[in-house]
């Protein structure tokens, strides 16, 4: 459905050095996918829907929608951008604020170079997309008198009034509050899914990304660093960089015993004594490694208590020197060695001060090559 290959956009610093952008980008979206771009400030999110929009021209690279050539360097192909029929979300939302509900969303129809629509026509269609994000109801009122959420969905509704085949959304709940954020999130993937439209998310909030996306890009300076579904970007980390920008993590060093096939579990030495990890990749004896463990995939108990031993179980001994009350979960940092370790439980098991153990699976504990 949208095919990018190569993608590079480079800006110029005001130093007249070559600054920040896109540094090639390449990603193939299956039709009706919700694929989103996620990665820190600056690193080229926007840059890359820009480009896919056609509001910015590419240095290099090649974009095609639905098998249709929109732009390539090479042959100089550069469709305008009214003519690639994609509807936007900015990232900073714009509603015309002299408009009603209804005139907002009937915009694009009105202005479209296309085909012209009749009054009839337009009124069945953007009744259609209110009725879709819940503002039917609304349609009369002046477009300022919606609340934050409310105008949140007016601009999805004005993306989609022409039906387009691709949605391009720049981080489109960033105005909201947290609560109205989790609610929108829901609303926006349930949207995505009726309408089976295609569409790029963007996004630096890693939760939001894992809640609604078919699958992440993970961008970093310029370029994609980790490419899959939530779930392997959540639990195979590439790289150090990816571990720590999904979620809370632990990051350990140590160095490998042994040669290590790929998916094999394999003994790595570390300064807390020799603890047994998953190897995704494979990587010889000798290297070195960062082994990454989730805070939730850890088990604190206190010394002595009653445990049942597993072969394939990691254990550490340590100490609580904080314990962190969330409301669904207590967070423990526990001093292990020459380690502060996260630990996150549903209940609290121990207390601050506490001699604990923790334990935690050779599949949970995934090494990775470092550099
Ligand atoms: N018009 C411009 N001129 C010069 N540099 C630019 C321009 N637009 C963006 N940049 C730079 O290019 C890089 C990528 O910008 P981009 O807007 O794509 O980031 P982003 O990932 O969307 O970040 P954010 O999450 O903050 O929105 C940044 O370093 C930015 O400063
Ligand atoms: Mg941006």
């Not at 690279?61 to 951008?81: K, T």
């Not at 490694?289 to 088990?299: D, F, G, K, M, S």
Request: glycine letters at 8%.
């Amino acid at each position: 459905m949208l095919h990018v290959e190569n993608l590079k956009k480079q800006y110029t610093a005001f130093d007249g050095r070559p600054g920040g952008g896109v540094l090639g980008a390449s990603f193939t979206l299956r039709e009706g996918e919700l694929f989103t771009l996620l990665g820190p400030s600056g690193c080229g999110k926007t840059t890359t829907l820009r480009a896919v929009a056609g509001l910015e021209t590419p240095d290099t690279g090649r974009i095609a929608i639905g098998g249709q050539e929109m732009f390539n360097s090479q042959s100089g192909v550069n469709v305008a951008l009214y003519d690639r029929n994609i509807g936007m979300v900015f990232q900073s939302y714009a509603i015309w604020p002299h408009m009603t509900v209804f005139e907002n969303a009937a915009y694009p129809l009105r202005v479209s170079r296309g085909r012209k629509h009749s009054e009839r026509e337009i009124e069945t269609k953007v009744m259609r997309t209110l009725e879709l994000v819940g503002l039917n109801a609304y349609a009369k009122r002046p477009a300022p008198q919606l609340s934050g959420g409310q105008q949140q969905r007016l601009a999805l509704a004005r993306a989609l009034t022409r039906e387009p085949r691709l949605l391009l959304l720049d981080e489109p709940l960033s105005n909201l509050d947290a609560q109205l954020r989790e609610q929108m999130r829901v609303e926006l993937k349930r949207l995505q899914q009726e309408t089976g439209v295609t569409a790029v998310y963007v996004t630096h909030d890693q939760a939001e990304a894992l809640a609604i996306s078919d699958r992440i890009a993970v961008m970093n300076e310029g370029r994609i660093v980790q490419l899959g579904m939530p779930k392997e970007i959540y639990s195979r980390p590439a790289s150090e960089f990816v571990a720590n920008f999904i979620g809370r993590t632990n990051l350990l060093r140590g160095t490998l015993t042994r040669n290590a096939a790929a998916e094999t579990i394999s003994p790595v030495a570390t300064d807390m004594g020799e603890l047994l990890c998953l190897f995704p990749n494979a990587a010889a004896a000798q290297s070195k490694v960062a082994l990454v463990i989730r805070p939730e995939h850890i088990a604190i108990r206190k010394v002595n208590s009653v445990e049942e031993r597993d072969p394939n179980t990691n254990r550490l001994a340590g100490h609580v020197i904080r314990e962190i009350y969330l409301g669904e979960m207590v967070e423990y940092l526990v001093q292990a060695g020459a380690n502060e370790i996260i630990v996150r439980t549903l209940s609290g098991a121990a207390a601050k001060g506490d001699a604990v153990t923790l334990t935690f699976a050779a599949e949970h504990t995934v090494a990775l090559a470092t550099v």
